[in-house]
C-alpha cells in the first residue's frame, strides 16, 4: 500500500481514526495525504465568502495538525485544503494521488439527523472504488 487519503473535521471521531491510520502507514510504510474539505457555505442561494473563509481558517488548522502529529511519529505526510461537497472532494483527490485506500472516521448519527445531514461516510463508501475502512465513534462501540 503506497497511499493512504484520511479526511479530517478535527472531530472526535476524526482524530480516533487518526491512530488507526498512523498504525497503517507505519506497518505498510505509507504515504498519509491528510484532506480536509470546506463545505460551501450559502445564506439564500449567496456563497458567504467572508463564513468559508473563518471555516477554511479551521479546516488548514485540523489539516496541519494532523500532519505535525503524524510527521512526529515518522510517516511521511502532507496536507490538501479544498472547497466543496465532502463525498466528491475526497473521492477525487483520491483518485488524482492515485491512494490505495481511505480511511475516515463515523459520526454515529442515526434517525432523522441523519437523513436531514446525510453521511459523508456512507456516500463515500456508496460510491468508492477504493477500500474504506470506518472508524466508528465511541459513542458508537
Known amino acids: 500500500m503506497r497511499k ?3 479526511p479530517t473535521d478535527g472531530s472526535p471521531t476524526a482524530k480516533e481514526a487518526l491512530r488507526i491510520v498512523a498504525d497503517l ?3 505498510e510504510r505509507s504515504e498519509v495525504i491528510v484532506v480536509g474539505v470546506v463545505p ?11 463564513m468559508g473563509d473563518f471555516i477554511k481558517d479551521a479546516f488548514q488548522g485540523f489539516v496541519s495538525d494532523a500532519v505535525g502529529w503524524l510527521k512526529k511519529e515518522g ?8 472547497r466543496g461537497r465532502p463525498p466528491q472532494v475526497i473521492l477525487q483527490v483520491a483518485y488524482e494521488e492515485g491512494a490505495d485506500m481511505i ?13 436531514i445531514i446525510g453521511s459523508v461516510a456512507d456516500r463515500i463508501v456508496r460510491h468508492s472504488k477504493l477500500p474504506v475502512v470506518l472508524v ?4 458508537d462501540k
Request: no cysteine; aromatic share 2%; net charge positive.
Open 136 to 139: 466508528p465513534s465511541k459513542k
Open 75 to 82: 510517516i511521511l505526510a502532507r496536507g490538501v485544503v479544498k
Open 40 to 50: 460551501v457555505v450559502e445564506i439564500e442561494g449567496v456563497e458567504n465568502t467572508e
Open 4 to 6: 493512504i487519503v484520511y
Open 103 to 115: 480511511v475516515m472516521g463515523t459520526h454515529g448519527r442515526t434517525g432523522l439527523a441523519r437523513a
Open 25 to 27: 502507514a507505519k506497518e
